[in-house]
Structures are given as C-alpha cells and as structure tokens.
C-alpha cells in the first residue's frame, strides 16, 4: 500500500501532522497507522454508567499562537470558557490550589511560613529557580532554595515523591522548570501585588473546554483530515520499519482483528509510537550499543485512573483536587462535571483519582479491587464521599503516561537524536516520539513543526526539526 507520507499513531500529534499536510498540499496521499480502535491516544474519554471523563484532564489553555489560531478555528465555536477552581488536601483541610501566601499563613501559622521565609531567603542568595538546572542537577536541589526547606518537606518534596514513586534527589531539575509552573515563594508573594505578564503565567485562572469532552477535538481533527483525502486506518499495530536504499520507509503493521500483516510504503513518514519501540526497529539495520542501552534505559511512569461514580449531582465545587500527603493512595482526583455539564447526568457525578506507578513500585501489582478499595477509603477519610453514595467502579490503567527524567535523561537523549539524525525522511515527534513532557497544544505544534519540514525545501528535513528538540524540552506545563 503506497502513500505520499506514513504517519505512525493517530493521537493529536499525528493528526495534527496530517492536518497540516493535506492543509498545505491537498494532492498529497496521506495514511495514519493507530493500534487502537479509536484515535487520540491520550487525548480520548471514557464512560462509566453513563458519566464521561477524559483520560486525564485534557483543559484547552495555549501560550503557541499557531495553535491558538487553529484551535479558534477548528472548534472556536464548541470552546466554553471556564473559571478554574481547584483545592489541596493539607492537614485535614481543603485549601486553594495554587496555594495563595495568605492561605498558607491562615492555615499553617505565621511561625511555620516565617521559618520557611528565613529557609527560602538563604537558598536564594545562592541559587535562583529561573536559572536553567545544571545537566546533573536533581528536582530537590533546585526547589529547596526555591521554597525553603520547610515548605518543600511539607508540601513540594512529598508530592513530587508520591507521583514519581521515587527519591526527588534521583529526578532531573527539568521536571522541576517544566512542570512546576508555581516558581517558587518569591513567586507566589509578587502575585499578591503584580499581575502576572503573558508568558509568565504561573497558573492559569480561566480555561476553554470542549462540551462533550476532548476526544470531540479529536473528532473534529480526523473528521478534517479524512475530508481532505487522508486514511485513518484502526487496529494495525505497527511491527517493523526498514529504510529502503532511495531512503523511503517500508513498514509493517499487523492487524489486531483478523493478525493479517500488511505493508505499507512512503519516501517520507512521521512517527509518534515511543521512541523506544521505534528504535528498536531501527536498530535492526543499523546495530549502535550505546543507542540501544539509552533506548532500554527510558523508563515511564503509568496511570492508574480509578472512576468512582456517586449517586449525587457532584462530589465537589472544584475539577481538580490535589492530595500531596501520603495517607491517601491517590494523588490528584477530577470531576469531569466540573469541566462541563455535558460529562455527566443531573443526578449522578463521577470523580475520577490518578494513581501514578512504575515498575518497581508495589502499586504496579495491586488488582483493581484492591486498587478501589484503598481509593474509596481515601475518599471516605477526606470526606468526599462515603460508600453508600457509590453507584458503579471502574479502573482504567495508562502503561506509559510520564517520562521519567532521571539525573542521566540529557545524556540519553542527546545520543538518541543523534542516531535518529541519520534517518532525513523520518521524523519522531510528541510526547512518546521525543520521551517529552508536554500537553496537548505542543504536541499539535510539534505535528504542524513536522509537517513543515517535510513541506520544505530541505534534503534533510528530519534535521531541521531536530534543531528545535531544546525548544520542545523548554515547553513549559501552566498548572
């Protein structure tokens, strides 16, 4: 089967890709390639007793003005404005989420935060959350200075070892500039009296939402994409790719239906599969050690969303609900009512918790009953909701959610890209094709980024996107 472009994984990075492929030149053969029975990868909802929620709350907040345009124009008139509400566990009490200073002075006492003053003003002398981590430097070293000693041991360190199941010494400062959009205490006190610029936004305050849940975008993008000419083919997994002598790909993808393996061929392709499964292919032709031990050395953090659908109208006044302390197994819960009306019923809502795992953790082989049981006694000891409200369970379980940035991830990369610099008419691109942390609006610039490079006039254009890898590893989460 021969097409002009071979996109592999039809999630928004791949759609976006073909979008703009079929966008630019019409005359164009564009397919996708999906293992699942549905696209959007992440970016899909599932249905528990007729309440819907997204995998993972997908808001729909942009600092890329492509993006911000192409949002407006694909589902500008489906995008509600939402005020952001959300809430933290600490102590025995809700409190907000961003914390504001005031809250924190009310609910721990002048004494605790006057001592984390003194902490955080010490760090800062020496060092400064703004400046770029070291290649080496780790998640703890960098935020203690950032938030004083005090505040980091009661709230920053402890939810960042219960999410990553591992000591915040062993995680790269990355995770730390890239996800912790909250700064530090300078931060959170110059936001009691100068208003935040754009680009500089911490956190963001109002959101837009796409009634019916994330995957109507994703509708939308393959609906565009199919208009234009281009094939979304489902259930093909993808088994074997192998650069052809004129440098045009053949790959193999097995059907997960009938197990029938087909083969499809294209002088340029796009791939959003892991890099690791990628490489792995690649590596059959062309053998590199050191490529292969950085390619087995990627590691990611699972999620482990447990629905829990009440016989009320709504469990909370918030979408999210942050629980940093470890006396719950859960770290983060949303309701998808609160996002918008349309994810559930008048009478019924559903809270879904994120619990996160990797393959050394005990969490990994614990059984969805054991999995909700520990969850709904979570929520009965926050108050939340109590066990005779529950109408219906359910566990949904995402294998490779988060990459892990390890003291050693930069190294690894580095050696990566420049294995996959070698191969000009294919380019690796998202969250999983780069091993990046990222939402979805980089994930669709990152789509329209290698549909360019193809569109230009380079002999390499896998080159030319891979000159913007720091760019995509600087994009920053706005909490």
Partial sequence: ?????????AGVCGLAAAYRLL?????????????????????RSL?????????????????????QEFLEDLVGEQLETVRRASRMWLRGKFIEYPPKTAEIVRHLGVGTVASAG???????????????????????????????????????????????KLDPDTLHGDIARVRVSAGGLDQMIKKLFVREKEGEITAVKKFYYIAGGVEKLVTKLRDGVEARGGKVVLVREVVDATEQASGSWDVSARNRESGAVE??????????????????MLLKARPNENVDRARCELRYIANYLICVVVNRPSVSDSQWLYFPERDTLFN??????????SMGSDDQSMIVLEVTTHDNDPVKNMGDDELIEKSLNGLENVGLVQRA??????????????????LSYRERLARIAWYLERFPQLISAGRQGLFLHNNMDHSIHMGFRAAECFLGESENPAGEFYKDIRRFQQFRIVD
Avoid: C
């Fill in 1 to 9: 089967m021969n097409t002009d472009v071979l996109i592999l994984g």
């Fill in 23 to 43: 966008q630019r030149r019409p005359e164009l053969s564009v397919t996708l390639l999906e293992q699942e029975d549905r696209p959007g990868g992440l970016a």
């Fill in 47 to 67: 249905t528990v007793n007729g309440q819907v929620a997204d995998l993972g709350p997908h808001r729909i907040f942009t600092e890329l003005p492509d993006v």
């Fill in 118 to 164: 003194v902490s955080w003003a010490r760090g800062k002398a020496s060092r400064a959350l703004s400046r770029e981590a070291s290649s080496h430097e780790s998640f703890e070293s960098l935020m203690v200075p950032a938030f004083g000693r005090e505040l980091y041991d009661l709230l920053v360190g402890p939810y960042a070892e219960k999410v990553w």
């Fill in 263 to 280: 083969t499809y061929s294209a002088p340029q392709m796009v791939s959003t599969i892991p890099v690791g499964d990628l490489l792995g």
């Fill in 332 to 341: 983060r819960g949303y309701e998808p009512k609160n996002f918008h009306k």
């Fill in 389 to 406: 409200e529950v109408v219906a369970t359910h566990v949904h379980r995402i294998p490779m959610t988060y990459p892990i940035y390890d």
